[in-house]
């Protein structure tokens, strides 16, 4: 009876083993194959354009270097402080933007607003290499086909947008940089998701900011909530910390996708003082740099 009872638990563990091996695989499998769909959430149809905001716009088209064409919004500011390049988050496309798209024009920035592949009306299909072509040729759009001045151009960024535009920023020059409620690599980001997971062996789409900004020098606004519950507080701040300087961090309230229009008035103060301090600064620091 007892050579009986030892056999039946050493076998009922094997089989408990092995299930929780199998289910392990299993689950690793599931992230390897669904992490695209993750990271990438585009949606095709626009809802509206600048003009349900009472703007004008022009509609533009262009091509990147591997001849995807890709379409964009210039929303124009007058007489206008600065031209933002906006790289926009992970989910939906340049239509559901309106929002940004009025505070950057009432703060009378001209905006640059564009589609990755395979969002909206841009063709092709995303990848991480992908996005950072679609950047590159937006730049070179603004620069090179309406003339603009790189030292007038501002590159701003939010969530998965944030970690492109450090990517750009540290390619090109730009008169600055402002990114809003963004992570240090999406490898951290999956971590946080599934901390059970080799999630480094399985994570194709790596968008690691913190290698990105090292290349970066101009200067840096970093703007994030600690009410954001998807993209934690702590990785803009470490983001901050590891900006060369001249830079700044302001902490802003709301939630991940809300926060800028919750904190407006301080957010358009902020951006407003940084802009005109980047105008006058000569020093290592703008504002305040809240270590």
Request: charge should be positive; charged fraction near 20%.
């Amino acid at each position: 009876m007892e050579d009986f009872l030892v056999f039946f638990v050493t076998r009922l563990v094997g089989i408990v083993v092995i299930l929780a091996v199998g289910i392990y695989i299993l689950q690793a499998v599931r992230i390897l194959y669904i992490h695209p769909y993750l990271v990438y959430r585009p949606t095709r149809k626009l809802e509206g354009t600048p003009r349900r905001a009472g703007l004008e716009y022009r509609e533009i088209f262009f091509k990147t270097k591997d001849g995807v064409l890709l379409n964009a919004w210039f929303i124009p500011a007058e007489d206008p402080k600065a031209i933002a390049l906006h790289c926009h988050g992970n989910s939906g496309n340049i239509s559901e933007r309106l929002d940004t798209i009025k505070i950057y024009h009432d703060m009378g920035i001209s905006l640059f607003l564009y589609d990755y592949r395979g969002y909206g009306n841009s063709g092709g299909k995303p990848s991480e290499k992908g996005t950072y072509k679609d950047a590159e040729a937006a730049w070179y759009y603004l620069v090179k086909e309406m003339g603009i001045n790189p030292g007038d151009i501002i590159i701003t960024g939010h969530s998965l947008g944030g970690s492109v535009a450090f990517w750009l920023a540290g390619k090109v020059t730009p008169k600055a940089l402002i990114i809003e409620g963004s992570f240090t690599s999406m490898t951290d980001m999956g971590k946080l998701f599934f901390p059970h997971l080799p999630i480094r062996l399985l994570v194709r789409h790596r968008y690691n900011s913190m290698d990105h900004l090292k290349k970066v020098h101009c200067p840096v606004l970093i703007i994030h909530s600690p009410g954001d519950k998807l993209v934690p507080f702590y990785m803009g701040r470490a983001l901050y910390r590891a900006a060369n300087p001249p830079k700044r961090f302001l902490e802003i309230h709301g939630s991940h996708n809300n926060a800028i229009l919750d904190s407006r008035e301080e957010y358009t103060k902020t951006i407003m003082e940084f802009i005109d301090d980047i105008n006058g600064t000569t020093s290592n620091s703008i504002g305040n740099e809240n270590e």
